[in-house]
């Protein structure tokens, strides 16, 4: 088993951190939503329309160009609502749960892909290059399986996993029935993955050590003209239990974090349920939070009458804003004024201990001016700085030629924070990769 | 502040001053603006600490600059038992109006640019401001210093997009204007000890025996096979004179111990480069032993120790504050290895082989500036071919 120690990166200590690792139930939830956006690269042509009975595992839509994409309701009930928003876009598409245990069972004797294409787990996988929803029909060259989250308070997937642990195998068998290439397991030092079928590769080293793009990089680097697929242990582990038990579950643990959590801890629910079940009453002051589905780094802003978002396993809760009109931040010398940079004192008293963070940007958007920033925050073989720089002016060769085929957003968005000149990095890397896409089909 | 925000927005009374009021208001309240796509949360950095930061890192080189102008006048009048107060009071007086002047000339014309692109008004010249008395020489008349200002904010930054975005170094620019436009003043006797009173205060006659020109100034005109620097009163200096900086020069470059504090600032806070900064002096030191080697006559500075080469002048000024400059220097970590090298290089070559320029710092910057992409463009070519190789051994 190899090893690979990464020196970049940087591991961001939030106050708010689970301490208690019992997993406690969520309430039951009173409405449940799939939300297209966090599909990205599917356009919904839906299959179901309000008032109509799904049961849980039955498709709601389907990909507008790829008929076999099903998007799948989590949960047995009726069609509430289709919510639109500006031009007729989707914005969500509530169920309001019947309570019945009413769930699809898939014949897995079939062709794989068409198993998991109809499972509704299809859209919970992503590619590389443009880092969307995998195309059928082409075969990956390699798959990559992260099996640790290294974002701020992020949650153990050992403890999400829980018995699905038992599928890993399963799952491994099935994607690696479907690559040329094999399946590439990143786990962090001193988890134990059992998967005689995948190349177990040990990650040491700061988030975004967890990264299926930065664990691809530094393993087996993703070319152009490649495809690879990139999933986590946990869609791993459901693709297992579907080809072992015929259904998929739906049920998820849920790390419910931050500063303004008043007890930080897992809790079972399930996929795309309503915020109110999970959160209410358990905020310091639900005024003035923000409420993140995800990490405070790559995670969706939603709020408390909004829904639990892809990938469904953690919820960060932070303060909008807690120093309104802060009086000459830029002069500050207080260390708790939080900066992974010398220019300010944090560093004397030690970057480890948990800080207060809150959603202001602090700054102004700036032209790059200070060098390096962005290479120290990405443990890849690519200059990053001159990637973003191509991406920007639109120059597509440069891009292709820099290496834009290797990333997703997600592995600028360190960068994103630690970035002096507050550039939006990964709406930057998304719009290059979206527009790649376009040019090249 | 927010009282009074409704005027200076589109359609009130203010509105052609909107830019200023938000320079304003985010120099003194950090803004509020809360993440909208993306991460979550920031850093507490942003280009408002890094410039101050280097503006601290400038402030020993500018007080002790203070100090030596009024040190040198004092002594070019022959009141050399003055107090260090008064030197230093006489100093600041003489050089308080150059800094007014740049940086009410630069903001002022940043404010104008900022408002008519309806832009944030950004703040890269709160270094370039400052770093323009240090290295104008302290008798340069005001009105040069005004329109070599102008002139490098207008035509070195703000046509090429503004602060990031300039290729030359926009104080160095203010620099080799005032050098090529105005060169008899910017040289020999009269350019770098104050004589005359600032503000009635320093009143004297010069002393008969008075010689202002710098140590290279000296070197560049000497004749014959030895070589002796002297101070305004004609008695020698040593290399430790340079170091601690009491000798004839720009404002800020005398003292090497000055901008060494300045150094240690820029390299802790890891706001410079440390690759560029080292490598300067590695390439100074170098090309200084190398021409070391063969003194001559006819190139006189070839007969200065490496160590007095990079003590007297600009030189390390250079490579502390102007070298470093990220926005015109080499961006990648290989590229800055050999732009440093190739500027403490290039500073020695035209110092010793080219009398017409007895200071090479400013323009081996400026080379530099105009090859640093070149650098980077060939470190990020191995990258791509890298890349393109990867793809072609699979195939």
Not at chain 1, 183 to 208: C, K, L, M, S, W
Not at chain 1, 270 to 298: H, P
Not at chain 2, 289 to 301: E, K
């Amino acid at each position: 088993m190899a090893t690979v120690r990464l020196k970049k990166g940087f591991d961001i200590h939030l106050l708010g951190a689970i301490t208690d690792n019992t997993i406690v139930d969520a309430a039951s939830p009173t409405s449940v939503a799939v939300v297209p956006d966090d599909f990205h690269g599917i356009i919904p042509r839906m299959e179901k329309k309000e008032g109509e009975h799904v049961a849980a595992g039955e498709p709601l839509y389907h990909d507008k160009n790829y008929e076999a994409i099903k998007v799948v309701s989590p949960v047995s009930g009726t069609v509430k609502e289709v919510r639109r928003g500006e031009r007729r876009h989707i914005d969500a598409i509530i169920i309001a749960p019947d309570g019945d245990n009413d769930i699809v069972t898939h014949n897995i004797m079939g062709d794989a892909e068409q198993v998991l294409l109809q499972s509704g787990l299809w859209v919970m996988m992503r590619q590389r290059p443009y880092d969307v929803v995998p195309v059928p029909g082409i075969r990956p060259k390699n798959v990559f399986v992260t099996a640790f989250d290294s974002a701020p308070l992020a949650p153990d997937l050992d403890i999400v996993l829980g018995e699905k642990r038992q599928y890993i195998q399963k799952g491994t068998e099935v994607l690696s029935g479907m690559t040329d290439g094999r399946v590439y397991i990143g786990i962090r030092d001193g988890q134990d993955i059992v998967a005689p079928n995948a190349e177990v590769t040990t990650f040491v080293g700061p988030h975004p050590a967890g990264n299926t793009g930065v664990q691809a990089a530094n393993t087996v680097p993703v070319n152009k003209g490649e495809t690879v697929w990139t999933i986590d242990i946990v869609t791993l582990a459901r693709i297992g239990e579907l080809f072992t038990t015929g259904k998929v579950s739906h049920d998820t643990v849920v790390a419910v974090t931050g500063e303004m959590v008043q007890q930080p801890r897992y809790v079972k629910s399930i996929m795309g349920s309503d915020l109110e079940s999970i959160l209410k009453g358990k905020l310091t002051d639900a005024n003035c939070s923000r409420i993140i589905s995800g990490n405070v780094l790559t995670g969706s802003q939603v709020e408390m009458s909004q829904w639990l978002r892809s990938p469904y396993r953690h919820i960060t809760v932070i303060p909008e804003n807690n120093k309104p009109d802060e009086f000459m931040g830029w002069a500050s010398i207080n260390p708790k004024r939080f900066s992974i940079y010398r220019t300010f004192t944090t560093w004397l008293c030690g970057l480890k201990k948990p800080v207060s963070m809150d959603s202001r940007i602090k700054g102004g958007e700036r032209a790059i001016v200070r060098t390096g920033e962005y290479d120290a925050m990405l443990p890849m073989d690519i200059y990053g700085e001159f990637l973003i720089k191509a991406i920007i002016s639109g120059d597509i060769d440069k891009m292709e030629q820099l290496g834009i085929y290797e990333i997703a957003p997600e592995d600028f968005a360190l960068a994103e924070f630690a970035d002096t000149s507050k550039l939006e990095l990964q709406r930057i890397v998304r719009e290059g990769l979206d527009k790649l896409r376009a040019e090249m089909s | 502040m927010d009282k009074i925000q409704p005027s200076f927005r589109p359609g009130g009374k203010l509105a052609k001053l909107e830019s200023v009021y938000d320079g304003m208001e985010t120099f003194l309240f950090t803004p509020n603006a809360t993440s909208r796509s993306g991460a979550h949360i920031h850093d507490g950095n942003d280009l408002k600490r890094t410039m101050i930061t280097v503006v601290v890192a400038l402030l020993p080189a500018l007080l002790f600059g203070m100090y030596n102008i009024g040190y040198q006048h004092y002594l070019a009048i022959g009141q050399a038992d003055a107090s260090w107060f008064t030197m230093f009071l006489y100093g600041l007086l003489a050089l308080l109006p150059v800094i007014v002047v740049s940086y009410a000339v630069g903001l002022g014309i940043e404010f104008i640019g900022a408002q008519i692109h309806h832009k944030e008004i950004q703040e890269g010249f709160l270094v370039t401001g400052i770093l323009i008395p240090l290295i104008v020489p302290i008798n340069t008349p005001l009105w040069m210093t005004a329109i070599a200002t102008a002139f490098a904010v207008i035509f070195a930054k703000e046509v090429f997009g503004g602060t990031g975005m300039n290729i030359f170094n926009v104080a160095l620019i203010t620099r080799a204007f005032l050098f090529f436009a105005y060169p008899s003043r910017m040289s020999g006797d009269e350019a770098f000890v104050k004589m005359d009173s600032a503000f009635g205060m320093g009143d004297g006659s010069v002393i008969d025996t008075f010689t202002g020109a710098t140590p290279l100034g000296q070197v560049a005109t000497n004749v014959g096979d030895s070589l002796q620097m002297t101070n305004i009163l004609g008695e020698p200096i040593s290399c430790m004179d340079a170091f601690i900086g009491l000798i004839p020069g720009s404002p800020g470059e005398t003292s090497m111990i000055a901008i060494l504090l300045g150094a240690a600032l820029l390299l802790i806070t890891g706001i410079a480069s440390w690759r560029i900064m080292c490598s300067v002096f590695v390439g100074g030191l170098a090309m200084s032993a190398l021409v070391h080697v063969l003194p001559s006559a006819t190139y006189p500075a070839s007969m200065l120790d490496p160590w007095t080469q990079l003590c007297l002048g600009g030189f390390a000024f250079g490579a502390v504050f102007m070298a470093t400059d990220p926005v015109t220097g080499a961006r990648t970590n290989v590229g800055q290895y050999i732009y440093g090298f190739l500027i403490g290089v290039f500073a020695i070559l035209i110092r010793v082989y080219n009398s017409g320029y007895p200071e090479g710092m400013m323009l081996a910057i400026l080379l530099m500036n105009a090859f640093a992409p070149l650098i980077d463009h060939c470190v990020v070519s191995s990258n791509i071919k890298r890349r393109a190789r990867r793809v072609a051994t699979k195939e």
